[in-house]
């Protein structure tokens, strides 16, 4: 694979930034002391919750959950409050954080079922191969969900371990894959997240005399929800907190094993989300306070998403930043740390951050696309975002309907809720903001068309818990879409 540092220029976008930052950041390393004298080559390790809302965490405001390893961790590093996914659904998030390029651009526009036969292309650059050829262990413990045919499994893309479920836990024959073979048909949904903490701590003990990369990608909190005996019922926000506080704990076990192995100053440690809230699941899903909606929307409850970045000693702890930020950054700015090259032969959407993390700089711009099911839905640029029309959308027990709309214009630093259409307040920002739009449709007009993907559900464990949480609703005179008595 050739593979060439290479900036790039995309109707003057702001991409032409690749090259500077590699220079800034290979003297910020040299600095402080990452160079010949210790590992040369900090470890990465990026941990990813699914379906995870913006309001679930202690540190973004929850009063239910607790989460004080996390709440830690941003203590000791930064705090995203305006970062967004790639996609407001897994498998689409999933390949942009992997590969730095919007899902579309690989006909990744929707989630992969047990009965789809495609996957992520084998001619993406995922961020693992970059990695692996720079030296680094890499693995992957949890959820893939990018195809789990041959050809699209981790070890086939750049992954040298791979130990988790192929896709979601709620869908048919749900197993654990080590590498390419089954290790087990029957999963028992209380022990995963404690099972992938367990492999995740043997995999860093395995690889602290050389780089490494782990992608822990965790099934928690998408439904069906389960937590193991230490956790049930300690939580004041139910069977969801439960399931939260565990993966908090989870967390530091793996910030605990780095101080353990000294390994803690030479260690990037990032959380995030796949995407926002399953709002529809009512108190099996999470919460997007402030933000409106949640998962399978282009409200911003659908994509900004909960982040954290910790790396003791190189980046300066308790910074709290609001610049725009996304999923499709993370490519290119590991391989500025890691000193790597990023592929010539193609647009990569993400944005080096590390004058972000280094406090030396700020993103190269601050525009990013909502896509959803292969349409461009939205577009952010600083403050201001277009969403484009939309037909009713439906809820259900748990969340009203959403009208439909017209073109509508907010300002989200003043509206983070996206209620006051201010296109006609602000004419000249909305016109400016629907020119970005437009340039950026043209990038995406000769996109792949979508894999085709086929919906199968399983586990009688999803219907009972949407069940029994209306039954219990009802009985404590919660009634309707309200949520409220």
Known sequence: MNILQVPYDLKKTNYVHMKKNTILVSGLLSAIGLGAAAQSKPNIIFIYADDLGYGDLGCYGSKLNRTPHLDQMAKDGIRFTDFYSAAPFSTPSRAALLTGRYPIRMGLNHVLFPESFTGIPASEVKISEVLQQQGYRTAIVGKWHLGHMYPFLPLQNGFDEYFGIPYSNDMRSVVYLRGNEVEQFHVNQDSITYIYTKESLRFIEDNKDRPFFLYLAHNMPHIPL????????????????????????????????????????????????????????????????????????????????????????????????????????????????????????????????????????????????????????????????????????????????????????????????????????????????????????????????????????????????????????????????????
Not at 457 to 477: C, D, F
């Open 226 to 485: 389960a937590a193991s005996a230490q956790f049930i019922g300690q939580s004041a926000n139910g069977l969801y907190g439960d399931v939260i506080e565990e993966l908090d704990w989870s967390v530091g076990e793996i910030l605990k094993k780095l101080d353990e192995l000294g390994l803690d100053k030479n260690t990037i440690v990032v959380f995030s989300s796949d995407n926002g809230p399953w709002l529809t699941e009512g108190p099996m899903g999470g919460v997007s306070t402030p933000l409106f909606q949640g998962k399978g929307t282009t409200w911003d409850g659908g994509q900004r998403v909960p982040t954290i970045i910790r790396w003791k000693d190189s980046i300066k702890g308790g910074q709290v930043n609001s610049d725009v930020a996304a999923m499709i950054d993370w490519f290119p700015t590991f391989v500025t740390i890691t000193g790597g090259t990023l592929p010539a032969d193609r647009l990569i959407d993400g944005c080096d951050i590390t004058p972000v993390l280094f406090a030396t700089g700020k993103r190269a711009h601050h525009d990013f696309a909502y896509l959803n099911e292969g349409k461009l839905c939205a577009f952010r640029s600083g403050d201001w975002k277009i969403l484009l029309p939309e037909n009713i959308r439906r809820g259900n027990f748990w969340i009203e309907d959403v009208p439909a709309h017209d073109t509508v214009f907010f300002n989200l630093r003043n509206d983070i809720d996206e209620k006051i259409d201010v296109k006609n307040q602000y004419p000249e920002a909305y016109k400016s903001t629907l020119a970005k739009l437009n340039d950026f449709a043209q990038t995406i007009k000769d996109a792949p068309p979508s894999k085709v993907v086929t919906e199968g559900r399983g586990p009688q464990l999803v219907n009972q818990q949407r069940t029994e949480a209306i039954t219990n609703a009802k009985s404590n005179g919660i009634d309707s879409k309200s949520g409220v008595k």
